[in-house]
C-alpha cells in the first residue's frame, strides 16, 4: 500500500495496472474564471455576509417583537435559522475554491456536506409545505385558525420538518459511502452534490441513483405539491372575495411566501430536473449557485420588503439598538 499524489491510494496489482483508491476529491468550483477569481471571490464574500446578516436580524424581530408572534412568523424565524446553515455549508468552502487552484475536500467531508446540504434543502421544502398550510388556514378557514394552527401544531410542524429533513438522507448516505471511487477524483462543481460525486463512481451506478432519485422525488416533490395545492385553495378562496381591496389585502398576506417558494423551487428543478449537465456544466453550476447562495440571500430581503409588519419590527429594533446601523 503507499499514497499517491492527487488524493488517491495505491492498491492491489491487477496485471501491470495499479488499483487506485480515492481518499479525498478536488473541488474544481469556477475553475475557468482566471483573472476573474479575486473579484468573483468578493462578491460572493459580501453575497454571503448580507445572507446571515439579514436572516439573523429576521430571526431577531421575530424573537424580539410581540406583533410578530404567531404562526406565520414562528415559522419565518426557523425558516431564516435553516438559511443561514444551508449557506454556510457551502459558501466558505466555495469561496475556498476562488483563491486556490485545487480546492481539496477529505472524502468523508465530502460525504457530511452532501449530508447536510441535502438535508437542510429537503427541510426546507417542509417548512415551505408548512408556511403555505399557515396561509391556508388563514385564508380559508379564518374563525378557526386559531384552533387549527395553536402553538402545539406549529411546534409539531417545525420539528417534523428539521426530523424529516434529516432522516431523509439516512438511505442515500450509506449508499454513497459504500461506492467505490477509484478514477479520477476531481468534481466539476464547487461543492459535493450528489450527481457530481456519483458521476466519479467506478462501475455500474444505479444501485445507487435509482434509489437516491426515488427518494429525493418523495420528499422534495410531495411537499411540492401540498404547497401548490394550498396556493390552489388559497387563490380560489381569494377570487370569491368581493370587494378589489379585500382581494389585495389576503393576497399580500401570502404573497411574500409565494415569491420565496417560486424562485426557490424554480431554481431547484432547473439543476435537477432539467438535464443541463449534459450541454453545458457550467450553465448547472450557475443555477445550482441561485439555489445554494441566492435564495437565502432573497428571502429576508423579500418578506422585508413586502411585508409591512416586518418592516415596522425592523424599524422599532434599529431604534432601540442605534449600534446595529452603524458600521463601526
Known sequence: MHLEDGGF????????QNQTVVLDFILLGFGNLHGLRIPTFVIFLAVYIVTVTGNIMIMLIVLTDRNLHNPMYFFLGNLSFLEIWYTTSVVPKMLKTFLTI?????????????????????????????????????????????????????????????????????????????????????????FCDLAPVVKLACGDTLIVRIPAFIIASLVSFSPFLLTILSYYKIISNILKIPSTRGKQ??????????????????????????????WCPNLSKVFSVLYAVGTPMLNPI?????????????????KRNPSLTQNK
Not at 491510494?9 to 501491470?16: A, L, R, V
Not at 420565496?260 to 432539467?274: D, E, K, P, Q, R
Open 9 to 16: 491510494k495505491g492498491g492491489n496489482q491487477t496485471g501491470s
Open 102 to 190: 485545487h480546492e481539496a475536500i477529505s472524502f468523508s467531508a465530502c460525504l457530511l456536506q452532501f449530508y447536510i446540504f441535502g438535508s437542510l434543502a429537503v427541510a426546507e421544502c417542509f417548512l415551505l409545505a408548512a408556511m403555505s398550510y399557515d396561509r391556508y388556514v388563514a385564508i380559508c378557514h379564518p374563525l378557526h385558525y386559531t384552533n387549527l394552527m395553536n402553538f402545539r401544531v406549529c411546534v409539531r410542524l417545525a420539528v417534523g420538518s428539521w426530523v424529516g429533513g434529516f432522516l431523509s438522507l439516512v438511505v442515500t448516505m450509506p449508499m454513497v459511502s459504500m461506492l467505490p471511487f477509484c478514477a479520477s477524483n476531481e468534481i466539476d462543481h464547487f
Open 249 to 278: 389585502k389576503a393576497f399580500a398576506t401570502c404573497s411574500s411566501h409565494l415569491i420565496v417558494v417560486t424562485v426557490f423551487y424554480g431554481t431547484l428543478m432547473v439543476v435537477y430536473a432539467v438535464p443541463t449537465t449534459t
Open 302 to 318: 423579500i418578506y422585508s420588503l413586502r411585508n409591512k409588519e416586518v418592516q415596522n419590527a425592523l424599524r422599532k429594533l434599529l
